[in-house]
Nanobody, 126 residues
Framework: QVQLVESGGGLVQAGGSLRLSCAASGRTVGNYNMGWFRQATGKEREFVAVISSWTGGSTNYADSVKGRFTISRDNAKNTVYLQMNSLKPEDTAVYYC??????????????????WGQGTRVTVSS
């Protein structure tokens, strides 16, 4: 079974940066597409970014984060990252890492992701 643990969240001022990490254990996730989702208080969970399996040659981002966030992976470390720059107050949310065993073109629906981490909170102050 894959276990996912996120870290790197915290409080940051608008315009600042954070890097989230998602460490996987239990088995390698190299063959999984990996995604980040977020959920703000009182809102539905929403897609943020996804990266394809193995080389991570294919990525996809929500329009709201394009050009500001970058997803990457290090299979040797069994870890996925989300670099978040130019943060805005509306980025405030709990961020979740998720694994999709589908090895094809990355999917963006939360329903496709079988394994989830516990989340890490990001708060962006204005």
């Amino acid at each position: 079974q894959v276990q996912l643990v996120e870290s790197g969240g915290g409080l940051v001022q608008a315009g600042g940066s954070l890097r989230l990490s998602c460490a996987a254990s239990g088995r390698t996730v190299g063959n999984y597409n990996m995604g980040w989702f977020r959920q703000a208080t009182g809102k539905e969970r929403e897609f943020v970014a996804v990266i394809s399996s193995w080389t991570g040659g294919s990525t996809n981002y929500a329009d709201s984060v394009k050009g500001r966030f970058t997803i990457s992976r290090d299979n040797a470390k069994n870890t996925v990252y989300l670099q978040m720059n130019s943060l805005k107050p509306e980025d405030t949310a709990v961020y979740y890492c998720a694994a999709d065993r589908w090895g094809g073109s990355p999917r963006t629906s939360a329903d496709n992701f079988e394994r989830w981490g516990q989340g890490t909170r990001v708060t962006v102050s204005s």
